[in-house]
C-alpha cells in the first residue's frame, strides 16, 4: 500500500505492550475502509455505523492472529440490520457486509440506534480459522447490540480474557463517514496479580472518563493518542503497526467452487431455467458472469 504521510485517511493500526507484559493495547484508524465499505454497500447512516464499527473491531481481532490465519465475526440479530458479516487477517485485510444496507433508524438520545437497527435479541458467532483441523469456534448473546461491547462480552465470556472495547463510526447523512476507529485493551494472565489489578483498575477509570472514540478521532487524534490516554503513565513498548484496508478475497475460482458446491442438479436447474448465472460477492459486491458453456463444463 502506498502512504505519503500526508493523507489523513490512511488506516491503520497500533499494538503496544506494558513494559511488564500484562496489559495489551491495541487502537486504531478505519475511515478510509468504512468509507470504501459504505460505498461498496451504499449504506444508509445506521447500517454503515454498524458496519463501520463491526469492520474496525474485525480489523482489531485479526491483529491479535498470526500470519495466515483468519477470522471471522458474525452479528445476528432479530431487527432490520438482519446480520453483519465481517472477516481480517493478521496484515490488515478487512472485509465486511451488512444484511440490510438500507436499514436507518432515527438518533436516540443523540446517537447512531445501532442496537435498535440490530436487535436485541441475538448472538455473536466468532470463528476462527487457526491453520489448524478444526477451525475454532466461540458464540456469545448480543449484550448491548452496540457492537463494542458484544466484543468485550465475547472476550471475557468465551475466550476469559478480560477486555475493554471501544469503537466508533461517525456518518454525517450529507458528507459521509467522517471518522471511524477504535481501542482493544487486554488483561494478560500475569504472576503479579496484585499490581495487574491495579493497573487494570486505573485503565478501566481512564476509559470510563475518556470521551467517546468518534469524539476523540474527529478531534484530530490518532490510533497513537488513543492509547496514549488510555495507558497514560503506564509505560509500554509499541510491538507492530501496521496499514488496514478494505480488501476481498474473492475470486472467479471461489465463486466456481461455491457454484459446484450447489451440486449437478441445482446446476443442471440453472442452465435449463435461465442459461448462465449472475453472481455478486457478497463482501465486496463484484460481479461475475458465467455463461451457460462455462457451466455445462462444471457438471461434466
Ligand atoms: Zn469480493
Not at 452479528?75 to 446480520?83: A, M, Q, T, V
Request: charged share 25%.
Amino acid at each position: 500500500m502506498m502512504n505519503t504521510g500526508e493523507d489523513s485517511f490512511t488506516d491503520y493500526l497500533v499494538r503496544v505492550i506494558s513494559r511488564e507484559g500484562s496489559i495489551r493495547g491495541l487502537a486504531c484508524v478505519t475511515t478510509a475502509l468504512t468509507q470504501e465499505a459504505c460505498r461498496l454497500h451504499n449504506t444508509l447512516p445506521t447500517a454503515g455505523v454498524a458496519l463501520g464499527r463491526a469492520l474496525t473491531g474485525g480489523a482489531l481481532m485479526g491483529a491479535l492472529l498470526k500470519s495466515g490465519q483468519r477470522v471471522a465475526l458474525k452479528f445476528e440479530g432479530s431487527c432490520p440490520l438482519k446480520k453483519i458479516l465481517v472477516e481480517a487477517d493478521s496484515k490488515g485485510a478487512v472485509r465486511g457486509y451488512v444484511g440490510e444496507p438500507q436499514a436507518d433508524l432515527p438518533p436516540r438520545d443523540g446517537k447512531f440506534d445501532v442496537p435498535g437497527a440490530m436487535g436485541r435479541a441475538g448472538f455473536l458467532t466468532v470463528n476462527k480459522d487457526l491453520g489448524m483441523k478444526e477451525p475454532y469456534r466461540g458464540i456469545v448473546q448480543l449484550y448491548t447490540s452496540e457492537i463494542a461491547e458484544d466484543l468485550a462480552w465475547y472476550f471475557t465470556e468465551s475466550e476469559q480474557i478480560p477486555s475493554a472495547v471501544g469503537l466508533g463510526t461517525h456518518i454525517d447523512p450529507e458528507k459521509g463517514v467522517l471518522a471511524s476507529g477504535g481501542f482493544l485493551i487486554q488483561s494478560l494472565p500475569s504472576q503479579k496479580e496484585g499490581e495487574n489489578e491495579e493497573m487494570t483498575e486505573k485503565i478501566t477509570l481512564r476509559i470510563q472518563s475518556m470521551p467517546s472514540v468518534t469524539e476523540t478521532l474527529r478531534d484530530g487524534s490518532s490510533p497513537e493518542n488513543l492509547l496514549e490516554t488510555i495507558f497514560a503513565e503506564i509505560p509500554c513498548d509499541v510491538l507492530e503497526k501496521h496499514y488496514l484496508a478494505f480488501q476481498c478475497t474473492c475470486s472467479r475460482e471461489r465463486m466456481e467452487r461455491a457454484l459446484i458446491t450447489l451440486g449437478k442438479e441445482e446446476i443442471r436447474a440453472i442452465i435449463s431455467e435461465q442459461g448462465g448465472a449472475d453472481l455478486n460477492c457478497e463482501f465486496c459486491r463484484r460481479f461475475y458472469r458465467f455463461n451457460q458453456e462455462e457451466l455445462e463444463g462444471l457438471v461434466l
